[in-house]
């Protein structure tokens, strides 16, 4: 009995989702992986391309200022985060300047610091003690503020010592005032910033003096002194000393130049200026010369009788009735020295003593030294060897200065600076070859290293590899899988189609089915073969089936399934 089915007809091509499903079981991984890291990659792009563009609002805040800013926030419906261990609030770029703007109307954030708002919120009973306590606070506070708007100052605090006054004092303490400042990170403040500190503070509060103001950095570092001296100069005379040493070097290195070369030159010039202060005074006393009158200071006259009789005395006679003569005095005499009046005798005789000073001459001469003097000049100077230009154009090998050039550049040097021997000044020039400059396109940072082009890159780096990872999964997964499952199924050879139409002997000593396998309606028809021919050849063709199904047992899972799917 012949159990062979009845040959079917040519099966037409799978369907693609039989394709899909016909494919391997690893081709189906990576078919299913790339899916996901598809749907992946474009969610996070929309994602990425939704989210807002964060800027900083504010950074480092404190907590109480930082939870009033949160709460405008949300009150104004800003949308916001938190950034760098909840210091910073970023909120959206298109919004910082109108959120800083509305923030600032506010009074936000406070910086930690009150001013003269504290007088706003009085409490009724409030004592005088707690009135003057707030209203130093409000000072404090208002002159912290006008501290902080330095470009330099993070952040100051102001401590205010004032006194009561009474007027029961005779001496009333003054007032004083201590400034802690800290500064941003990289930035100091120069001696005029300094000053200016302490006057804004010392001009805000009534009898309060600039030297009683101390202004004090994070490091604890005083920047105010009281007396301004630094090493035993201030900083006038310190300022003094460095533009004098900068003057000396501009003017070696200006006529040094056009010698040698602009940049084949450099000079440094060490001041010792003297910046003591003396004074002497000189008091020269100078006597009365030859001749020449000398001016009366002083004169006194003494007259006393000589006897009891008053009238003149001595024998009668034209003698006796003459006055006595004058008293005179020699110019060049003794200051004070007395001079005796001639003395009449007898007993009604007049003595008369004369006392005249006369003004010494005398020299008061007062010295005082200039402040400023240069006592010692010393210079260095170091010039560029030559450079040789070749006949060919090119620098050749530099070459030092003759002797009567390096001569000339001495002398040079020397009326530049002023030199002076009897001073001790020194001058010391060498000639020596520079290092070869850096090319100044070698200094520069590569265009990849610049700070801009690295912000660049990296706002546009999410915007590049998404469609790169997009093509590098669909290269590698997506492409290999549907090239497999576009791929035709292989035809069997002809011996083998033949070898199933026949059917293959069964255990029980029957025949197999003969079952029609659909081939390539391409290929051309398949000859008929003799039956017996067919017989003879069924050893050979079970073997090539067997050998197939060891080799391709996808060809063979595919004949299986055309059977199923062909009807009874």
Known sequence: MDTRLPTAPTAAAPAPMQRLLALPARSKVALGAATLALTALIVWGVQAGSQPDWRILYASLPDKDGGAVIAALAQMN???KFGEGGTTILVPADQVHEARLKLASQGLPRGGTVGFELMENQKFGTTQFQERLNFQRGLEGELARSIMALSAVQSARVHLALPSQTAFLREQQKPSA???????GGRTLDRGQVAGIVH???SSVPDLQTKAVSVVDQSGTLLSSSDGNIAG??????QYVRQAEQGLQQRIVAILEPMVGVGNVRAQVTADIDFSQSESTAETYGPNQGGAPASVRSQHLSESPNGVANGPGGAPGALSNQPPATPTSPVNGAPGAIQPAAAV???GATKRDAVTNYEVDRTVKVVRNATGNVRRLSAAVIVNHLAVVGADGKPGKAMPLPPAQMEQVNALVREAIGFSKDRGDSVQVVNAPFSAPADAAAAELPLWRQPEMQLLARSLAPWIALPLL???VIAGLVRPALRTAR?????LSATVQDAIELGTPAAGGGALPKVQVAADPDAPPLLPTAQAAKQQARSQQLDGIRQLAKQDPATVANVVRNWAS???
């Open 470 to 472: 997009a093509l590098v």
């Open 487 to 491: 791929q035709p199924a292989p035809r």
């Open 233 to 238: 100069l201030d900083a006038p005379q310190l």
């Open 78 to 80: 800003v949308p916001h």
């Open 345 to 347: 005798s007898g007993p």
């Open 566 to 568: 062909q009807p009874s």
């Open 200 to 202: 804004l503070v010392a």
């Open 178 to 184: 201590s400034v802690l400042l800290t500064l941003y």
